[in-house]
T-cell receptor, first 110, second 114 residues
């Protein structure tokens, strides 16, 4: 089942912070975050695994709550370049396939 | 390195016509994926492959077929196109596999079925 992201859209001023949430009704093995700019392909940001291991971006952080089956992406001191649509994808473990949420559109204004 | 490339970039089909989308990667990746992206729906997995000669169904496989005869290529076929298949199609690949599967996406193919 598709994970649910919230909020659907957010507008920020440069320098402000944002949090994007991803919730699943199924037990999570891994959570993957991607960003897609308008008209472009999605680009990898981060992977979070059960047990706390993380791998990814140096200016964006994320958390993974296994009990609540949730992940949150933290964008601090946002820059204009952070604008885009953020997708979380949940991994099932064995196959590599990801099920993506519907996306959160972030717009950062000067 | 060209990364992941997709051919064609744009295509318009009439209902009932067939076509094949080609995805090629030069990174020697084992895993390859086909997604479709529709407004408000995010990315939905159509089919995927965990290695040369293998394919498996994703979330929305109906109306599509795939083949992975060579490791670097993953083909997506539409045998009889329908307007509901109007979408942007993305191919992706990754080397490591689960759970560290950082997927690299191609630029996409915009398909319109009239």
């Amino acid at each position: 089942q598709q994970p649910v992201q919230s909020p659907q859209a957010v507008i920020l001023r440069e320098g402000e912070d944002a949090v994007i949430n991803c919730s699943s009704s199924k037990a999570l093995y891994s959570v993957h975050w991607y960003r897609q700019k308008h008209g472009e392909a999605p680009v990898f940001l981060m992977i979070l695994l059960k047990g706390g291991e993380q791998k990814g971006h140096d200016k964006i952080s994320a958390s993974f709550n296994e009990k609540k089956q949730q992940s949150s992406l933290y964008l601090t001191a946002s820059q204009l370049s952070y604008s885009g649509t953020y997708f979380c994808g949940t991994g099932s473990g064995n196959t590599g396939k990801l099920i993506f949420g519907q996306g959160t559109t972030l717009q950062v204004k000067p | 390195n060209a990364g992941v490339t997709q051919t064609p970039k744009f295509r318009v089909l009439k209902t009932g016509q067939s076509m094949t989308l080609l995805c090629a990667q030069d990174m020697n990746h084992e895993y390859m994926y086909w997604y479709r992206q529709d407004p408000g729906m995010g990315l939905r997995l159509i089919h995927y492959s965990v290695g040369e000669g293998t394919t498996a169904k994703g979330e929305v496989p109906d109306g599509y077929n795939v083949s992975r005869l060579k490791k670097q290529n993953f083909l997506l076929g539409l045998e009889s196109a329908a307007p509901s298949q109007t979408s942007v199609y993305f191919c992706a690949s990754d080397r490591k596999g689960p759970p560290y599967n950082e997927q690299f996406f191609g630029p996409g193919t915009r398909l319109t079925v009239l």
